[in-house]
């Protein structure tokens, strides 16, 4: 079966530096997200993305965060500047319209 | 805006028994409905789905749901639990090309 693959699986970085995350979505999905999760918290939804740009943001997705398809097949979250409460394992997912998403398995990112 | 609550935290349940995870969600419209489970470390894997109609769903696993619009629950059951059944559920509701999930309900299986 088709998987969403993220990488790297544990980054760290420390306070202040950029990052960026990577995801390779199944390849015949036309909508992208990311979502994180914090320690003991629930999955929260930071965006969506559909025909090369944003097509939802939630409050958490300030400017210090960015998406791009920078071509066919990578979706990358960018952190401009790192903050220690950005620690958290952050999904990537997948779909081919308003149905069932598919995740990967996550990257855990630790600020510093 | 949509959101899920699912009212218990933790749930432990001894191996062959029954296990039933509650999900109530607000929706203004007829929702997408999605079980999610999280293995420790692990992503999340889809269980079972509700878009519409039969309102008891089937999903992986062994696992069942029911939508319950009068309720606004879309509750999860497994008649017989196994060990690898330990881990943390979460209930969410689809709008809009987002997912608004609950805060997921940790499930121990004790032998």
């Known amino acids: 079966e088709p998987e969403v693959t993220q990488t790297p699986s544990h980054q760290v970085t420390q306070m202040g530096q950029e990052v960026i995350l990577r995801c390779v979505p199944i390849s015949n999905h036309l909508y992208f997200y990311w979502y994180r999760q914090i320690l003991g918290q629930k999955v929260e939804f930071l965006v969506s993305?559909?025909?090369?740009?944003?097509?939802?943001k939630s409050e958490i997705f300030d400017d210090q965060f960015s998406v791009e398809r920078p071509d066919g097949s990578n979706f990358t979250l960018k952190i401009r500047s790192t903050k220690l409460e950005d620690s958290a394992m952050y999904f990537c997912?997948?779909?081919?319209?308003?149905?069932?998403?598919?995740f990967g398995d996550g990257t855990r990112l630790s600020i510093l | 805006a949509q959101s899920v609550t699912q009212p218990d935290i933790h749930i432990t349940v001894s191996e062959g028994a029954s296990l039933e995870l509650r999900c109530n969600y607000s929706y203004g419209a007829t929702p997408y409905l999605f079980w999610y489970v999280q293995s420790p470390g692990q992503g999340l894997q889809l269980l079972l789905k509700?878009?519409?109609?039969?309102?008891l769903v089937q999903g992986i696993k062994g696992f069942e749901a029911e939508f319950k619009r009068s309720q606004s629950s879309f509750n999860l059951r497994k008649p017989s639990v196994h060990w690898s059944d330990a881990a943390e559920y979460f209930c969410a509701v689809g709008a809009d090309y987002k997912l608004s999930f609950g805060a997921g309900t940790t499930v121990t299986v004790r032998a």
């Open positions: 997912a997948s779909s081919e319209g308003a149905g069932h998403q598919h």
């Open positions: 993305f559909y025909n090369n740009e944003i097509s939802e």
């Open positions: 509700y878009f519409s109609g039969d309102t």
